[in-house]
């Protein structure tokens, strides 16, 4: 029994010293954010263009992206930040996400989609106005994932 688990460990030694270890650095996808620009306006109960260029050296996977209040002024690493409105509570915020596949095949891929932002919830009346975070998460086919932020605003027409 001892020589069957030495003759894994030394097996498995073999196998694993074999491997080459990946710059995850190289590996992760990259993106360009196209559309919104950092601190655009985009109003409720109207859409606007989500675009993103994105590569990879293997192929993509999936892009999720969410949207939620920067009432408080939080920040998620380093991105071009907006003149902030002054901090305030949230009542009703606006807060939503979606995930989309991307063609694992491409190593290039123009992501886009219409996004429209409801006028109002349902209930409880319309949402709360001004400083708001999209979160951006591109994972491809190899599971490596980037991370990206983009601040906007979100404002009712007058």
């Known amino acids: 029994m001892n020589k069957l688990i030495s003759i894994l460990i030394l097996t498995s030694l073999i196998l694993f010293s074999c491997v080459d270890p990946k710059n995850t650095v190289e590996e992760q996808p990259k993106a360009e954010i196209l559309s919104p620009l950092p601190c655009d306006t985009m109003y409720f109960g109207e859409s606007f263009s989500f675009k993103i260029s994105l590569n990879d050296n293997t192929g993509l996977g999936n892009i999720s992206f969410d949207v939620h209040n920067n009432f408080g002024h939080h920040n998620h690493g380093a991105h071009e930040t907006c ?27 123009l992501f886009e989609e219409t996004i429209t932002l409801p006028f109002e919830k349902t209930g409880t009346g319309k949402y709360d106005t001004g400083d708001y975070h999209f979160h951006i998460y591109i994972t491809d086919n190899e599971g490596y994932q980037v991370f990206t932020t983009r601040d906007v605003k979100i404002l009712y027409r007058s």
């Open 83 to 109: 003149t902030f409105d002054p901090v305030k509570q949230s009542i009703n915020p606006y807060s939503n996400s979606w995930i989309f596949s991307l063609p694992t095949e491409k190593n290039e891929y």
